[in-house]
């Protein structure tokens, strides 16, 4: 069964710490997606990668960076995490076509 | 990639047809409509993709008018656990496939 996997479900952090979430995915795609989800404001993309080494902005990048050194990794970073940016994170890595979306079962981030 | 506008929310009783429409009116010739759908802490699933016509598989049907401006989202026969937050999206097939989110329909199928 193909997978996208999210090292961690849940994750309390400080404020001011540096935060790694990472991601696998092991179907070969060349695409990979960071979002957050918080209510009332759906999903929205952060970053996005559609090759190693390679990365775009998406809607919301500030105060993120990512990091894709192999195909199947995709790493969102955060630099100096802050209260704001509690938040549901989820990957997704995709085939292209806009259909072969296939996302892991997110990280709950509190910083406190 | 143009715009979507959903309702919030919706019931719809077990059994029935779910009918979760989209305005999309500054959709472009060459965009496609996607939906997804999210379950309560899962991450979003694919449902259906269509361009113009109308398009039908195991899970929905999707009905985009002739102006391409509107479509809706049928699910026949729904059950409880069709219970989710449905999304539509519009997108350019250009090379990088983002696909932007929206705040969706919310989806409450009741017994």
């Known amino acids: 069964d193909v997978k996208v996997t999210q090292s961690s479900r849940y994750l309390v952090k400080r404020t001011g710490e540096k935060v790694f979430l990472e991601c696998v995915q092991d179907?070969?795609?060349?695409?990979m997606f960071w979002y957050r989800q918080d209510p009332g404001l759906g999903l929205r993309l952060i970053y996005f990668?559609?090759?190693?080494?390679?990365?775009e902005k998406g809607d919301i990048p500030e105060g993120y960076s990512v990091s894709r050194e192999k195909k199947e990794r995709f790493s969102l970073i955060l630099e100096s995490a802050s209260t704001n940016q509690t938040s549901m994170y989820l990957c997704?890595?995709?085939?292209?076509?806009?259909?072969?979306?296939?996302f892991g079962s997110g990280t709950r981030l509190t910083v406190v | 990639d143009a715009k979507t506008t959903q309702p919030p929310s919706m019931d719809c009783a077990e059994g029935r047809a779910a009918n979760l429409p989209c305005n999309h009116s500054?959709?472009?010739?060459?965009?496609?409509v996607y939906w997804y759908r999210q379950i309560h802490s899962q991450g979003p699933q694919y449902i259906i993709h269509?361009?113009?016509n109308n398009e039908t598989n195991e899970m929905a049907s999707l009905i985009i008018t002739e102006d391409r401006k509107s479509s809706t989202l049928i699910l026949p026969h729904a059950t409880l656990r069709d219970t989710a937050v449905y999304y539509c999206i519009v997108r350019s097939p250009d090379n990088t496939d983002k696909l932007i989110f929206g705040t969706g329909t919310r989806l409450q199928v009741f017994p």
């Open positions: 179907m070969d795609h060349e695409n």
């Open positions: 269509g361009l113009k």
């Open positions: 997704a890595s995709s085939t292209g076509g806009g259909y072969g979306y296939t």
């Open positions: 500054t959709i472009s010739g060459n965009e496609y």
């Open positions: 990668s559609y090759d190693v080494k390679m990365k």
